[in-house]
């Protein structure tokens, strides 16, 4: 990318990070459970992206390459404070790379566009699931939220949304849309 | 492993997983659940097992994609990252990391009041040299303030500069002396030299300052409310825009800026304005840019000796606004000011709120009225 003037590595950032910020929304999503650190983390590998631009290699797709950059990143992170992250180590960011790139390959316009059969998965969970699932999801509510509106006990939603992701992934590897 | 040892293993994963994507993580985070973060026997765990993680967490992170406020803060979003790179790449200043602004709570909103917006510098000049000079000039002030009222959103870079007196109209103030004399400033407080407004319609805008730290001070209003975010320190918050006062020249921190057809009708004396030659506003600008000049010929009238305005020839929007001799804090000499359009992208919806400029547990506080 050296050879582009600083006003057009500019707009060619710029359509890149467009393309693919739901793509690493994702993938951060996926391994940090704390919101504001999943939104630092975004702008964080955004920026060493654009510093490091001139590095980026144009004959091999950009999303490995800001992924491999977030991961870095979500490592070092884990070495500070564990606790912002779920299950976090490289064998798992591996095993995410492989499924965020599968689902980046998929037909589509819009990363919507590539994840339309999860909302065909949520429509066909069974109706509590469905439902918890759209609370929790649709609405951000905690678990503790749902359970005081639909007046059953914590554990019980709890186990409820354990019980629809597992059935939601069923349902996405069936549909490709993850490894199985 | 045995099979019900996996199976108990499965079950304790499960469970963890839930703690981490169903608020309960939060909650102990927080402080309301005395519980501290599980441990998970990673290194009891399989390549199946980090599969299946991968995969769960991975439906977690898709499923917030069902988040209704999810389209809105995906701009916000990339509106942030694009306004950083290139604040880095103009100035090379190192980009505000607005996630990682400390919370701290203190309560001194009073001292956030003393600042304000800068934007009301480009709302107001347009009126403030609106004077009885010819027909033909004031029609075409007139289009600007219409242009500046309904146009949409607009990023302008500031940068300031010695004065360079030969450069005005020759009935322009005199020549001001050298500076070699001055000692460099003192002044830690940010600065409106690489500053970038953002401007939406009449009255919203954002305006990121540098520190001579590289860190970023940030003004803002959506219009109702004026804010501001500092690094490390509670965003501040007033509803009341006289609480303000603007960041700017002394001379030019007077201008009202909600009201500008009443600022016209104020201000319409002191300046002489002419419109001279079209023009670029660079070697490559393929746009001839309309060109106002106003000489300030009432002393009383307070202002900059000279204006210039470069407005389009068919929309009217300001491509550039330069003040001549403009005294700056921090400054004994005066200085020259200009304010340049970079772009007419448009911002994300909630981008003049202090919100997307901040993390969200930063501690806002609201001036009392």
Redo the contacts between chains.
């Keep these: 990318m050296s050879d582009l003037s600083?006003i057009q590595?500019?707009t060619v950032?710029?359509i890149l990070?467009?393309e693919n910020?739901?793509m690493l929304?994702?993938?951060?999503?996926?391994?940090v459970?704390?919101?504001?650190?999943v939104?630092?983390l975004?702008?964080?590998t955004?920026?060493v992206a654009?510093?490091r631009l001139h590095e980026y290699d144009r004959t091999r797709p950009f999303g490995p390459w800001l992924r491999g950059i977030a991961g870095r990143l979500v490592l070092a992170h884990a070495r500070k404070s564990?606790?912002d992250l779920?299950?976090c180590?490289e064998?798992?960011l591996e095993?995410?790379d492989r499924?965020?790139q599968r689902i980046s390959e998929r037909t589509g316009d819009t990363?919507?566009d590539k994840?339309a059969a999860?909302?065909e998965c949520?429509a066909a969970l069974p109706e509590p699931h469905r439902q918890t699932?759209?609370m929790?999801?649709?609405e951000?509510r905690?678990?503790?939220?749902i359970a005081a509106l639909l007046d059953v006990t914590h554990e019980a939603?709890?186990k409820r949304?354990?019980r629809a992701?597992?059935l939601?992934?069923s349902c996405?590897?069936r549909k490709g849309l993850?490894?199985p | 492993m045995s099979s019900s040892d996996d199976a108990r293993l499965r079950a304790e994963f499960?469970r963890?997983?839930?703690w981490?994507?169903?608020?309960?993580?939060?909650?102990a985070?927080r402080g309301h659940l005395p519980e501290a973060?599980p441990e998970?026997p990673?290194g009891a765990l399989d390549?199946r097992t980090?599969?299946a993680?991968?995969?769960?967490?991975?439906?977690?992170?898709?499923?917030?994609?069902?988040?209704?406020?999810e389209a809105a803060a995906?701009k916000t979003?990339?509106e942030?990252?694009?306004a950083?790179?290139?604040q880095?790449?103009v100035h090379g200043i190192e980009?505000p990391?607005?996630?990682?602004v400390s919370v701290q709570r203190r309560r001194h909103v009073g001292a956030m009041l003393r600042w304000a917006a800068a934007v009301s510098l480009l709302i107001g000049v347009a009126s403030w040299v609106y004077v009885a000079t010819s027909n033909s000039a004031i029609a075409a002030l007139a289009r600007v303030v219409e242009a500046w009222d309904e146009s949409t959103d607009r990023t302008y870079e500031i940068s300031v500069e010695p004065s360079d007196s030969r450069a005005e109209h020759k009935a322009g103030p005199k020549p001001s002396r050298p500076e070699s004399g001055t000692p460099p400033p003192t002044d830690h407080r940010p600065g409106l030299d690489r500053a970038v407004l953002y401007v939406r319609g009449g009255n919203q805008f954002v305006l990121y300052r540098p520190t001579v730290k590289g860190q970023m001070v940030i003004n803002g209003s959506n219009g109702r409310e004026n804010w501001l975010v500092r690094p490390k320190r509670p965003v501040l918050v007033s509803s009341d825009p006289s609480d303000f006062r603007l960041p700017m020249p002394e001379s030019l921190a007077t201008i009202p800026f909600v009201d500008v057809r009443s600022t016209l009708l104020d201000l319409r004396y002191g300046y002489d304005i002419k419109e001279g030659p079209a023009e670029p506003l660079s070697a490559d600008d393929p746009t001839q840019w309309r060109h106002l000049h106003a000489r300030k010929i009432d002393p009383v009238t307070k202002g900059p000796r000279a204006i210039s305005i470069w407005f389009h020839p068919t929309t009217s929007l300001i491509g550039q606004i330069r003040f001549e001799q403009v005294n700056l804090q921090g400054r004994q000499q005066p200085r020259r000011m200009t304010i340049s359009l970079v772009s007419t992208r448009t911002l994300a919806a909630d981008w003049f709120d202090h919100g997307a400029h901040h993390?969200?547990?930063t501690t806002v506080e609201h001036a009392v009225p």
């Design positions: 600083p590595a500019e950032f710029e990070v467009r910020t739901e929304m994702t993938y951060l999503r996926a391994v459970w704390n919101q504001p650190v939104e630092d975004f702008q964080e955004m920026l654009w510093r564990q606790r779920m299950l180590d064998e798992v095993h995410l499924q965020v990363w919507d994840i999860l909302r949520v699932i759209w929790r999801y649709q951000d905690t678990a503790d939220g939603i709890k949304l354990q992701r597992a939601l992934a996405l590897q993850l490894c | 499960d963890i997983l839930g981490w994507m169903d608020g309960d993580a939060g909650t985070a973060t998970l990673v390549d980090f599969s993680a991968a995969g769960m967490q991975l439906v977690h992170a898709l499923l917030q994609h069902l988040d209704d406020r995906r979003r990339i942030r990252v694009l950083a790179i290139h880095e790449s980009a990391r607005p996630a990682m993390a969200p547990e």
